[in-house]
C-alpha cells in the first residue's frame, strides 16, 4: 500500500447528479494532487495543493471543484459532468521541498477512483 | 505534438526476455526523468527516477537518459510475470515544476 487511500472505487453518475471524490494520504505530506487519467492519453494534472494553498488549476472546467481542508484531505467535488469526464482519477501526494507549485519528490498515487458518466 | 511520446504497445514478451521501453521528448528544458510503473486497478508506483543524461541501475532495472536525442529508455532485464504492467514515463524541467507524462506502454510477460 502507498498510503494514499481514495474513495469511493467505483462511480457512476448522471450528467445531473452532484458527487464527491475523497483522498487521503497517511504519509505525512503536504503537497497534494489531483490527475486525470483516459485510455490513450497521458496523465493529465489537474489541481495542485501545496500546504492546503490551491498553486495550480490546469485549466480545468468549472464543474471540477477542489477542495483541500487539511494536508492529509484533498476532496474532488463533480457536478454537471459530460459523458467525456469517464475516466480514472487520481490522487497523488508528495513532501514539496522546493518551494514550488509542483514538486518532484516522488509522488505516490492512489488507486484512483473510476467514474463513468451516462 | 505531445511533449511526452511513448508507444502504447502492447508489448507481449517471454519470461527471461530483456524489455526496452523508450520515450522520445520535445522539451529541451527537461533536467528530470521517471519512470513509474501502474498495475492494472492501481495507481502509479515511481520506479526510476534520473537527473540529466546518463544511466541509473537499480536491481533488474537500468533507465538511461540521451538528452542530446531527447531520448529516455528503460530496460528490464530478465523479466518476470512480476512484471506485466503498464509503464509511464515523465519528465520535469525543475525540482519544483510539473511533470509531464507520456501515455504509457502495456508489458505483458508470458510465463
Known amino acids: 500500500e502507498t498510503g494514499v487511500t481514495q474513495t469511493p472505487r467505483h462511480l457512476v453518475m448522471g450528467m445531473t447528479n452532484k458527487k464527491s471524490l475523497k483522498c487521503e494520504q497517511h504519509?505525512?505530506?503536504?503537497?497534494m494532487y489531483w490527475y486525470k487519467q483516459s485510455a490513450k492519453k497521458p496523465l493529465e494534472l489537474m489541481f495542485v495543493y501545496n500546504f492546503k494553498e490551491q498553486t495550480e488549476n490546469n485549466s480545468v472546467p468549472s464543474r471540477f471543484s477542489p477542495e483541500c481542508p487539511n494536508s492529509s484531505h484533498l476532496f474532488l467535488h463533480l457536478h454537471t459532468l459530460q459523458p467525456e469526464d469517464s475516466a480514472l482519477y487520481l490522487c497523488a501526494s508528495s513532501q514539496d521541498r522546493s518551494g514550488g507549485a509542483v514538486s518532484t519528490d516522488t509522488q505516490y498515487f492512489g488507486p484512483g477512483t473510476r467514474l463513468t458518466v451516462l | 505534438q505531445k511533449e511526452v511520446e511513448q508507444d502504447p504497445g502492447p508489448l507481449s514478451v517471454p519470461e527471461g526476455a530483456i524489455v526496452s521501453l523508450n520515450c522520445t521528448y520535445s522539451n529541451s528544458a527537461f533536467q528530470y526523468f521517471m519512470w513509474y510503473r501502474q498495475y492494472s486497478r492501481k495507481g502509479p508506483e515511481l520506479l526510476m527516477y534520473?537527473?540529466?543524461?546518463g544511466n541509473k541501475e537499480d536491481g533488474r532495472f537500468t533507465a538511461q537518459v540521451d538528452k542530446s536525442s531527447k531520448y529516455i529508455s528503460l530496460f528490464i532485464r530478465d523479466s518476470q510475470p512480476s512484471d506485466s504492467a503498464t509503464y509511464l514515463c515523465?519528465?520535469?524541467?525543475?525540482?519544483?515544476?510539473?511533470?509531464?507524462f507520456g501515455e504509457g506502454t502495456q508489458l505483458t510477460v508470458n510465463p
Open positions: 534520473t537527473y540529466s543524461s
Open positions: 504519509l505525512g505530506h503536504n503537497a
Open positions: 515523465a519528465g520535469a524541467e525543475t525540482s519544483g515544476s510539473r511533470l509531464t
